[in-house]
């Protein structure tokens, strides 16, 4: 053997050695990165089971119980209504135009599915049922589903308001709400968005029906009261990211329960990088996840710290989470995503029609309209000439667009626009 041969002989040792040396660092680092990362989201977890689960019912004494017993099965019932979808919905919207029948129809082949709806809302409890057990797997309804039966409720209360029940409707719309607001309640971005949803259908009826002109002073002075309750517990929305972070990390968990896990996560993870992205993490999906579970809880809690923030501070701060996202070069916050202030601009917009409506109340009473906060900014707005009253939010821009009549109530507001009602005595 040459000289020269030991010496490459000896290079190539050192190297290799080298390599294995970084390659048991690496591994080192990443188990206790990853470790951390499982014990924390262990930790997140316990603090999400134990946030609160009560919230007030609108009328009577609460039923013991979680309202999910009673959701849950009428849901899956329910959920037959993707099959239904047709011109039925529009009768929803409270406009003349819509398949009456078809509504008909429909709502007397659920009623019963939707009667358990309504009783959930009694239930002393809400609490979403995932099994955590299985890694937060479990239930889950679909979006369109969520909004099908808000609008198939509202068909119900369009049915009784013509049979003369204005209290009966109103109720039903009531209970439309609070069950849109128990789907918002500790439960992922996804669900919030969900709830959010049917609290709008249900609100959008109760306008209707309040500038209806059809409601007694008796009825009108319990859709206050009872709006009060609504408003008393909306949930604030940024809990929704928390619990967003928490399902991220079981699912991450579970992956790592199998080699076959493990190789997905880095086929999935290398789709969305280029070598160098994931050359940052050393090649390895541990030190990557957990980095991405870290970013996520830090987002997480931002988000829950600027949900009782002014407007403008809020949407500021979700701007520079979504930019701090932009500049991550980590594929797996890639697909896992980011807080978004929409969210909480529905939340707000709810907070608001809520509001809004118990002033339309007031002004139709012949009360005075107190001064209420707008989740926007200021208070809410008004435009009163004699019997007629123009009351509005200056919504999710936080401008005051002069309270603009030809705003769809059916719709979010956009930048632009403000979130008006219009009412007469």
Request: net charge neutral.
């Amino acid at each position: 053997m040459t000289r020269r041969t030991k010496i490459l002989g000896i290079v190539a040792g050192s190297l290799v050695a080298l390599v294995l040396g970084l390659v048991l660092i690496v591994d080192t680092l990443a188990s206790r990165r990853w470790e951390s990362a499982g014990s924390r989201t262990r930790e997140l977890l316990d603090e999400v089971q134990k946030a609160r689960s009560t919230r007030p019912v609108l009328r009577g004494s609460s039923v013991p119980g979680n309202a999910w017993e009673d959701y849950w099965p009428a849901i899956k019932v329910l959920d037959g209504l993707r099959k239904e979808i047709g011109d039925w919905t529009d009768f929803a919207l409270c406009e003349p135009r819509g398949d009456r029948d078809a509504a008909q129809r429909l709502f007397m082949k659920y009623r019963a599915d939707l009667d358990q709806i309504r009783r959930g809302t009694f239930r002393a409890e809400c609490r979403f049922p995932y099994d955590w057990v299985k890694g937060g797997s479990g239930a889950t309804m679909p979006f369109t589903t969520g909004t099908l039966i808000g609008q198939l409720l509202v068909c119900g209360a369009r049915f009784l308001e013509e049979e003369g029940k204005g209290q009966e409707a109103a109720r039903m719309l009531l209970d439309t709400v609070q069950f849109g607001r128990d789907v918002t309640h500790n439960t992922e971005s996804g669900s919030l968005l969900i709830g959010a949803g049917i609290c709008h259908m249900g609100l959008n009826g109760l306008k209707w029906l309040i500038t209806s002109g059809r409601l007694s002073p008796n009825d009108l002075d319990e859709i206050g009261h009872e709006l009060e309750i609504i408003e008393s517990s909306i949930p604030g929305g940024g809990q929704s990211f928390l619990v967003d972070r928490v399902l991220a990390g079981m699912t991450l968990m579970s992956s790592h329960d199998s080699v076959l896990g493990v190789l997905e996560v880095q086929k999935r993870c290398m789709g969305e990088a280029n070598l160098r992205d994931y050359g940052r993490y050393f090649f390895s999906a541990r030190l990557m996840e957990a980095d991405a579970l870290e970013r996520m809880e830090a987002w997480s809690r931002r988000a829950v710290a600027s949900e009782h923030r002014p407007w403008t501070e809020l949407r500021d701060e979700f701007e520079r989470i979504k930019e701090e996202h932009r500049a991550s070069r980590n594929p797996v916050l890639r697909i896992a995503g980011h807080p978004d202030w929409h969210h909480m601009q529905y939340v707000r917009e709810i907070v608001a029609r809520v509001r809004l409506l118990r002033n339309a109340i007031s002004f139709k009473r012949g009360e005075p309209l107190a001064a209420s906060e707008d989740p926007f900014g200021g208070t809410l707005l008004k435009h009163i000439e004699g019997s007629k009253a123009r009351l509005w939010s200056v919504g999710r821009d936080g401008l005051n667009n002069g309270g603009v009549a030809e705003f769809d109530w059916l719709k979010w507001t956009r930048d632009g626009e403000d979130l008006v009602i219009e009412v007469q005595r």
